[in-house]
């Protein structure tokens, strides 16, 4: 199959981060109606995108039915040499896809940057994987039969696309996809849709139309996706909530469904730690980055009553050095913090923040004396935008909402413990099962707790790492099904069978 990819030795060209289109059977077209998200930092309007109507969504899954029918046959060198070279093109335009990104999503630009060039090493990492057939058995000698497992593409994928980590998490959904004989149309976000749309724009310089579309629109979007007939597999990065309904959505047509949902990570300190203020740095890393708004975050932190209170000191002096603000502003040192990428989740945030003034809960203090809930939302010194300081509170009861719900905001509840089997029992005691992690001196000790810990990824001594062969899911209502990997291929797959007789 003959293919857009371009030519061996020519550069990429470089996107206009300056108009935003859909991307429908290799063209870029627009729509009679347009809407903007807004730059969470500054509040001023972002560039209009288009509002896809329903014949938008009719034409994008024809073209990409008809891409199908040939796409499916290309080999998987093929399809590696369009992947990479579409890293490649990523790359090329790394500074236009972090600015776009901060500008949407509010991380500062040294932190969009990383995330734009993990996304182009990472599709070649997706470009590696194969899928091969597997021989079951093998009797041709005896007179019997052989017989093979294949893996077969399901046909149009649509990838739903949260707003956290708009262009690492497509292309993790995009890669499998393409990867595995599969076409593609991408929904962003509507609070990011640009960085989404230019990366379907980009993908026409080497896939051939249809294979690789993109639609923005609005709260109508979602559900013509998931129900059209003509579309075979979702995948779903997002709340519980949501995933839900796209599960029922879903189910209506019998789609192929992954859904990656929320967290409520739990970090687990013994007091054999190697050292506690470095711990406790590491921790707030992983509790405060890009404003907590990953599912993988730290969300509860249960810490050794012998170490409890130097934790707590050196946890809260790193999360009050933490510099936040406007990633595209001049600042005197680069903000580790960005604001809360919608104002939905800003407003989620303030009643997070209320309920624990309330319910009278324990917020330490820094150095200055200052009341971090008063104090909390007091950022005119970064902007008019969405910011919000880091809030940690002092051991509250885990029925507390900050305890038992997912913040996606910078709340941090700090808790003690002194029986292990109750601190296991209480870091399991959630319907979520996304990420954890222990933090011991002792390895073989903290890897036999990590084992007893519910969730579908679990670290000892780190946290959020991760590794392109491997899989990433949730147990519990934090997902279904996983992406990354090969196993992550094979979600877009089906299993066939061949029984050859001899």
């Known amino acids: ?121 990472r599709l070649k990492q997706t470009a590696a994987l194969e899928l091969t057939d ?33 262009i690492g ?52 979007l979602g559900p013509w996706l998931t129900e059209h007939p003509g579309i075979d597999k979702v995948s779903f990065t997002g709340s519980v909530a949501t995933g839900k309904r796209i599960m029922q959505s879903c189910s209506k047509t019998l789609k192929r469904v992954t859904l990656e949902l929320g967290g409520n990570d739990a970090a687990i300190v013994f007091p054999d730690v190697k050292d506690v203020a470095a711990t406790a740095a590491t921790l707030a890393q992983a509790c405060f980055f890009n404003t907590s708004q990953i599912c993988i975050a730290i969300k509860r932190v249960y810490v050794h ?30 903000p580790f913090m960005g604001p809360l990428t919608t104002e939905t989740q800003y407003k989620h945030v303030q009643t997070l923040l209320d309920d624990v003034r309330a319910t009278k809960l324990d917020v330490v203090r820094g150095d200055d004396g200052r009341d971090p809930l008063a104090t909390a939302m007091d950022t005119k010194d970064a902007g008019k935008g969405y910011f919000v300081r880091p809030v940690i509170v002092d051991n509250p009861p885990d029925s507390a909402r900050v305890v038992a719900e997912e913040a996606f905001g910078p709340i941090v509840p700090l808790m003690q413990w002194t029986d292990e089997e109750d601190v296991i029992r209480r870091a399991n005691d959630t319907r979520l099962g996304l990420g954890a992690s222990v933090w011991s001196g002792d390895l073989a000790h903290a890897a036999e707790v990590a084992r007893r810990l519910e969730a579908g990824n679990v670290w000892v001594n780190t946290h959020m790492m991760s590794h392109p062969e491997a899989p990433f899911g949730g147990h519990k209502w934090s997902g279904i099904g996983v992406e990354g990997g090969v196993d992550g291929l094979k979600q877009y797959c089906d299993i066939q069978v061949l029984y050859l007789a001899n």
């Not at 599969?182 to 379907?200: C, E, G, H, R, W």
């Not at 012998?306 to 502003?329: C, E, H, K, T, W």
């Open 1 to 121: 199959m003959a293919t857009t990819t371009t030519m061996k030795g020519t550069a990429p060209a470089l996107l206009d981060f300056t108009t935003f289109t859909n991307t429908i059977d290799g063209k870029q077209t627009t729509t009679a109606e347009t809407r903007h998200s807004t730059n969470p930092s500054t509040l001023e309007a972002n560039p209009e995108v288009p509002v896809s109507t329903e014949e938008d969504v009719n034409r994008a899954v024809e073209a990409a039915r008809k891409a199908y029918n040939s796409w499916r046959k290309t080999t998987f060198a093929e399809r590696r040499a369009c992947l990479e070279a579409y890293a490649d093109g990523i790359a090329a335009n790394l500074e236009g896809f972090a600015t776009m990104l901060t500008r949407e999503q509010g991380r500062p630009i040294a932190l969009t940057r990383m995330e734009v060039a993990t996304t182009s090493e």
């Open 134 to 166: 597997e021989i079951i058995a093998d009797d041709k000698d005896s007179g019997g039969q052989t017989v093979v497992k294949r893996y077969t593409p399901l046909g149009v994928a649509c990838g739903i696309v949260p707003w956290n980590f708009p």
């Open 169 to 220: 998490l497509a292309a993790l959904k995009l890669s499998a996809a393409v990867m595995t004989g599969n076409v593609f149309i991408m929904k962003p976000s509507p609070f990011t849709p640009y960085a989404n749309l230019k990366m379907a724009e980009l993908a026409q310089q080497f896939f051939p139309p249809g294979v690789i579309q993109c639609l923005s629109g609005d709260d109508s």
């Open 305 to 334: 009553a012998d170490i409890y209170s130097a934790f707590r000191a050196a946890f809260v002096a790193a999360a009050n050095g933490f510099v936040y603000g406007d990633g595209l502003a001049p600042h005197e040192s680069a």
